[in-house]
Nanobody, 117 residues
Framework: QVQLVESGGGLVQFGGSLRLSCVAS????????MGWYRQAPGNQRELVAT???????NVAYSVKGRFTISRDNARKTIYLQMNSLKSEDTAIYYC???????????WGQGTQVTVSS
């Protein structure tokens, strides 16, 4: 079993930056892959970025060049550095973990990110 706790969300102005953190506890086995997903009102949940324990990343085209995902295996923590934020980045951001990026079994409660214009 894995528990995930996100932090770092909030209100930021257009063009600003935020860094999200997600700390995992429990089984190491279940955190081989971790990532960030988001869901805006009225929209489906979508992938933002994923990272494996070995450091292989996958970043959505819509945020490529603006968002960076990183991982500290010793601290069981992943980060999402978000720069040049836009209004369309407003969403609840969820941390996820699983055996692979295609099998995210564990989810955090989410953290709200709001970008004001």
């Amino acid at each position: 079993q894995v528990q995930l706790v996100e932090s770092g969300g909030g209100l930021v102005q257009f063009g600003g930056s935020l860094r999200l953190s997600c700390v995992a506890s429990g089984s190491d086995f279940g955190t081989a892959a971790m990532g960030w997903y988001r869901q805006a009102p009225g929209n489906q949940r979508e992938l933002v970025a994923t990272i494996t324990r070995g450091g292989t990343t996958n970043v959505a085209y819509s945020v490529k060049g603006r968002f960076t995902i990183s991982r500290d295996n010793a601290r069981k923590t992943i980060y999402l550095q978000m720069n040049s934020l836009k209004s369309e980045d407003t969403a609840i951001y969820y941390c996820a973990a699983g055996l692979s990026t295609a099998n995210m079994r564990y989810w955090g409660q989410g953290t709200q990110v709001t970008v004001s214009s």
